[in-house]
């Protein structure tokens, strides 16, 4: 069974910093997701992650996948107010294209 | 740049009562899933719909919840009778599914209170 854990779940940190959200999923897999859900909106895509050692980024946000480790990671450099959000990975369950989800890394970023 | 559109965005009604969510996908999207979230937890899927057909519905609770998709384009999430723990925020999202391409395009969401 295709399971996704993330963590931290809650992250507090100070503008500047930098940290890491990971995502560790138990079977094969070769397409995740990060998504970004601010507070009572919906979901925004961030990276689509395709193959083994992608790397993508975007501003401070940069995504890279390990699909021999089943490892993504997510990392923020120089944190922003504005970054603050609820962070999900998903992974692709190939036998019928649904995505299974993390429960989310909760980032705040405090001035 | 095209859109997932759902409708209503905010829908607060009394408990037994019967409440319908709409949801239009990215034109050619052939894929359309219904999730639930509740406050604090990850997306639950409802429903998927390729095109005109239920290809999981396994999370669904039928004996409140029905979706339909009949022309494989809009689809409608019904919920009769409304109960205290639905409420939480719908979404819709869609995808173009074919060989390496799976991303799920999400609608900005229904939040239900029920009260």
């Known amino acids: 069974e295709l399971k996704v854990e993330q963590n931290p779940l809650f992250l507090s940190m100070q503008e500047g910093k930098n940290y890491t959200i990971y995502c560790n999923y138990s079977?094969?897999?070769?397409?995740l997701y990060w998504y970004r859900q601010d507070p009572g909106k919906s979901l925004e895509s961030l990276f689509v992650?395709?193959?083994n050692g992608a790397v993508k980024q975007e501003g401070r946000l940069m995504a890279s996948l390990d699909t021999k480790a089943r490892l993504s990671t997510l990392h923020i450099t120089a944190a922003v107010h504005d970054l603050s959000a609820t962070y999900f990975c998903?992974?692709?369950?190939?036998?019928?294209?649904?995505?299974?989800w993390g429960a989310g890394t909760k980032l705040i970023i405090k001035p | 740049e095209a859109e997932v559109a759902q409708s209503p965005r905010y829908k607060i009604t009394e408990k037994s009562q019967a409440v319908a969510f709409w949801c239009d996908p990215i034109?050619?999207?052939?894929?359309l899933y219904w999730y639930r979230q509740i406050l604090g937890q990850g997306p639950e899927l409802l429903v998927q719909?390729?095109?005109?057909?239920?290809?999981?519905d396994s999370q669904l609770p039928k004996d409140r919840f029905s979706a339909e998709r009949l022309k494989g384009v809009d689809s409608t999430l019904k919920i009769q009778p409304a109960e205290l723990g639905d409420s939480a925020m719908y979404l819709c999202?869609?995808?173009?599914?074919?060989?390496?391409?799976?991303?799920?395009?999400f609608g900005p969401g229904t939040r239900l209170t029920v009260t």
């Open positions: 998903a992974v692709v369950r190939d036998s019928n294209y649904q995505l299974i």
């Open positions: 079977t094969t897999s070769d397409r």
């Open positions: 992650l395709l193959s």
């Open positions: 034109s050619g999207h052939a894929t």
């Open positions: 719909f390729q095109d005109e057909s239920v290809v999981d």
């Open positions: 999202a869609s995808s173009l599914v074919h060989r390496g391409q799976y991303e799920q395009y």
